[in-house]
């Protein structure tokens, strides 16, 4: 098993290292002057050479690779072309929302859609159980902003006025200051989410229940709970754990969405902002700390893939 | 046996299909008194496990209690409400399952799983595990309490399921089919812990098999069933020397003989399945005493003797004679035989595990050479290198004195052509998309590319596999398992092999179809002069088919030679352990005279 998990994570850095140099290339190392690209027309040539200074542009590409990666590693990340300030500074208090934005959606999604996916498996068939599939399937179908959009209309701007619309930092306050402020993106978020794992969770589940293992237990006369949450559980949570980890990764993808439709202040509002104004360190900088949680999340999944499996657990 | 009231009774029991509403078991009665054994017997599909579950009160996805009465211990179940017939569940009936290897929990420790049949105060609980785990021969240490079910081996596993059952002392004990599967030695190992604990507990059992040999070494009673309904009950003694219906006799005589003394018959025809049961009695189609009376009325079950019922109307007629296809095999190999199959040191092996050591064999034109071994011993192996489905070997495998190359592809369209193999499990190894006659064509085409008498070719060779022209344009999931296992036969005949390989494959099969499969292969060894080379773990159909034997155990043979001889006088020990770990069932003399 720690064998398995050191190859897994040898693994997860060799793909981090292969994001930097995809990063590195399609950035720096285009065809043409970044510089250029980045200032435009009009930019004097103090100017342009004062940035090319600035991103490392002289020298050959191995030298211009190893020198970024370099400073990537020991967090010199750089200044913000945008606001001047270092790239760090910029990024981190955003990474900060960011974060407690997901934590608040994994927190109540994982936990609700295994439950709900558990009881549709248990009453298979029964009106919730169809009323469920229906209302899974449809919002699975739905783009995350269009649930957004919907929400908004529903619960800030139009049936009811429960929630705020947008997103208002009062400076010197902290994002989770005013949680009301945080339903509506969370509420997006979940939603976006966990209709995939009650789906798999339900699939999962029907199987082991009708497993023999799980009809031995009934037969040996024990309540129906343990037989849910000892016998049948364990053995439907390994193969979720997956699917659950595929939708955290794909969570930072919607989170960028929602951020801009919330303008919540986190990294995917901040990234569409350093896209727009050519600030190549910021987008360098997310892009890899976006990478990195990618690998962080699918390297989690395995851990729990393979502790629920004995077979993996118990071999030396 | 005591006279004591019977543990168990159940009278006019119905369980119907829902949403069919067939009754899968009906109109069926029996008791069972505490430290007796009640071995059910019957063709898959009789309903034995839908009455074995009914026991405990629990009925399959799809199926209903439709009528009757069950009581255990004294205790009506119908009149229980779910929390009383949980308590009754584990405690008053317990279980054991088929297959322990998909019923015990794979993420459960076993003491887990042991020790949630019993409440109380841990260490009681505890202690009474570890005096379990002894009864049933295992160790009772923390270590081997720690396991999961795969660090077991497949007879641990299946004891720690008696032992399960046992733990909290039941009145009754239900067991569905608990060897099957197994090795023979574990087998035996298996059985006697299963007389021991009913008879240390005074525990009334059920138990459930399709093998008679087993229910005949192990049961005080014996209960034959036959499409839902039992057809024939009474003493075992009683239900061997004086069977009275004609399934029963039926299925006695298709047990294979472990002396090979007379031959093993099977029965033509199949079980009906609960949607389409004829009206009268449902062995009609299949019976060789039926008139028109016994299609139009189901009889009623009769007492014989004491404690013996039979539902047949001619219960006291002997059956006729049976037309017998290849009456004997000679057993003595013919003079001037000559080789067609030479293996010599051969060893092959899965990366770099060694599987196969050193092996040498011969199969002699138109002989059947039998390997038999237990399960992972390399049998299969061994044919796959034959069928040049197994490249990793090295040795030397000769068709006809010309060495064949390991590969199949690297073989030539004769080679290939001159060597068929089946598989055991005709559920898996027939394309459900395909229909017969397109699965029979599909070698003949890979071999002499497109031909021009199809018709003819697919005519012959059902015709050489015993089945019917108009199976030609069925698909396999039409078709029950003997008949998949008899197309998957002519789809090998259809090339005119020399050599056949049959990986086990009658294993699959009940008793019954196993023995008209052997009549069949034997008619074509006979007919054609086809090779067979006959994998088995069944010594009993070892001695029914084969001139030669192998014996393999971990990889090595440890004994080759003639049949008889290896079996008159086995030299190895490994032999002689298989010879008497197998359940030695003789057929009453009343009987052994067809
Ligand atoms: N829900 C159902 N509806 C109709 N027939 C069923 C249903 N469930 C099982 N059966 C049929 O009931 C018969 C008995 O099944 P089972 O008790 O498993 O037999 P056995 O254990 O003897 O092999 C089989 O023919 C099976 O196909
Ligand atoms: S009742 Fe008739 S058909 Fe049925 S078993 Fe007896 S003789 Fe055969
Ligand atoms: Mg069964």
Known sequence: MRRLLFRRTLFGLFTLWVVSLVVFLATQALPGDAAQAILGREATPERLAALREQLNLGGSLPEQYFGWLGQLLSFNLGTSLAGGTPVVSAVGPMLLNSSILMLCAAVIAIPLAIGIGTWTALRKDSAVDHVTGIITLVLASLPEFVVGVLLVLLLATGVFHLFPAVFVLVPGEQVWSNPAQLVLPVLTLVLAVSPYIIRIMRATMLEVLESQYVQQARLKGLPERTVVLRHALPNAIGPVAQVIALQLAWLIGGVVIVEFLFRFPGVGFQLIDAVTNRDLPVVQALVIVIAIFYVAVNLLADVVTLAANPKVRTAS | ?594
């Open chain 2, 1 to 594: 046996m005591s006279t004591a009231a019977p543990t168990l009774e159940v009278e006019d029991l119905k369980i119907i299909g829902i949403p069919s509403m067939a009754a899968i078991v009906e109109e069926l009665s029996l008791e069972v008194r505490p430290g007796e054994i009640l071995g059910v017997v019957g063709e898959s599909g009789s309903g034995k496990t839908t009455l074995g579950l009914a026991l405990l009160n629990y009925c399959k996805e799809g199926t209903r209690l439709g009528g009757g009465k069950v009581s255990v211990a004294g205790q009506q179940l119908a009149g229980l409400n779910w929390r009383q017939v949980r308590q009754l569940r584990g405690r008053t009936v317990a279980y054991i399952p088929q297959s322990p290897a998909s019923a015990l929990n794979p993420a459960l420790r076993i003491s887990t799983q042991l020790k949630e049949c019993l409440s109380g105060p841990a260490a009681q609980v505890l202690e009474r595990v570890r005096q379990v785990l002894r009864e049933v021969a295992l160790p009772d240490d923390d270590a081997f309490l720690a396991r999961y079910p795969h660090q077991l081996s497949g007879g641990q596993q299946q004891r720690v399921a008696i032992a399960m059952a046992f733990t909290a002392r039941p009145a009754l004990i239900v067991m569905d089919e608990p060897t099957t599967g197994l090795d023979v030695s574990t087998q035996a190992h298996v059985l006697a812990t299963v007389r021991s604990m009913c008879r240390t507990y005074d525990c009334a059992a059920v138990y459930i098999s399709h093998d008679m040999a087993v229910v005949a070494e192990l049961a005080d009673r014996i209960a034959v069933m036959y499409s839902g309904r039992i057809v024939e009950m009474g003493g075992t003694a009683e239900v061997l020397s004086n069977s009275r219906h004609p399934y029963t006799r039926r299925l006695l005589l298709a047990v294979p003989d472990l002396l090979a003394k007379r031959p093993m018959i099977g029965i033509p025809g199949h079980a009906p399945s609960p949607l389409a049961r004829p009206q009268g009695c449902a062995f009609a189609p299949r019976c060789p005493l039926a008139d028109a009376g016994c299609g139009t009325v189901a009889p009623a079950a009769t007492e014989v003797g004491p404690r013996h019922t039979v539902r047949c109307f001619k219960s006291e007629q002997p059956l006729p004679p049976l037309q017998l296809r290849n009456p004997s095999i000679s057993s003595a190999p013919a003079a001037g035989r000559k080789p067609v199959i030479k293996i010599e040191g051969l060893t092959a092996g899965y990366g770099s595990k060694t599987v196969l050591e050193g092996i040498n064999l011969q199969a002699y034109a138109g002989e059947c050479l039998a390997l038999l071994g237990e399960s992972g011993s390399g049998k299969t192996t061994l044919s796959r290198c034959i069928a040049g489905l197994h490249h990793n070997y090295t040795g030397d495998i000769s068709l006809d004195n010309s060495t064949l190359a390991p590969s199949s592809f690297k073989r030539t369209k004769d080679q290939r052509r001159r060597v068929q193999y089946i598989f055991q499990n005709p559920y898996e190894s027939l394309n459900p998309r395909r229909t017969v006659e397109e699965l029979i064509l599909q070698p003949v085409t890979a071999v002499r590319g497109k031909v021009s008498n199809a018709r003819e070719i697919v005519a012959t060779a059902l015709e050489r596999a015993s089945l019917r022209p108009d199976h030609a344009r069925r698909y396999p999931d039409q078709l029950s398992g003997g008949e998949r296992q008899r197309v998957a036969i002519a789809r090998s005949l259809a090339t005119e092999p020399e050599v056949l390989i049959c990986d086990e494959i009658t294993s699959a099969l009940d008793v019954s179809v196993q023995s008209t499969l052997v009549d069949l292969l034997r008619g074509l060894q006979a007919e054609m002069g086809l090779t067979l080379v006959f994998i088995t773990h069944n010594i009993a159909l070892v001695r029914n088919i084969a001139q030669q034997v192998a014996v393999l155990e971990r990889g090595r043979i440890v004994e080759f030679g003639e049949v008889e001889r290896v079996f008159a006088d086995p030299q190895h020990h490994y032999t002689q352990s298989l010879l008497t770990a197998t359940p030695n069932f003789q057929l009453p003399d009343r009987l052994s005279t067809p």
